[in-house]
C-alpha cells in the first residue's frame, strides 16, 4: 500500500504488489481503478502530487470483480480499490 484516502478505517487505497513502496515504483506499470469513482479521482490526485502522468502508467479502467480476477491472474501491478475487494487485494 502506497497511498491512502479516507482515513478512517483505511477506507480506499491504492493496493499495490510487493517491491512497489513508492508512487515513483508505479512507472510503468498496470494501474487499475474504478472509471467514474472516487477510485479515478485518487489516480488523478496521486498522478498531480508526485508529478507522474498517465503516460508514465498503465491505467486500466476495471470492475471491482474485473480488478480482483486481473490480481489473481497477475495481469495488474496494483489497484485502487474500497472495502471487502480492497481487502482482496491486500
Given at each position: 500500500m502506497i497511498y491512502i484516502i479516507h482515513s478512517k478505517d483505511k477506507s480506499q487505497m491504492l493496493v499495490s504488489r510487493q517491491g512497489i513502496s513508492a508512487p515513483r515504483d508505479l512507472i510503468g506499470m498496470r494501474v487499475a481503478y474504478i472509471a467514474g469513482s472516487t477510485a479515478q479521482l485518487m489516480l488523478a490526485n496521486l498522478l498531480v502530487q508526485t508529478r507522474l502522468t498517465s503516460?508514465?502508467?498503465?491505467?486500466?479502467?476495471?470492475?471491482?470483480?474485473?480488478q480482483k480476477a486481473a490480481w489473481d491472474k497477475g495481469e495488474i501491478d496494483a489497484g485502487f480499490m474500497w472495502g471487502a475487494c480492497m481487502r482482496y487485494l491486500q
Open positions: 503516460q508514465d502508467l498503465e491505467v486500466l479502467p476495471m470492475s471491482c470483480e474485473e
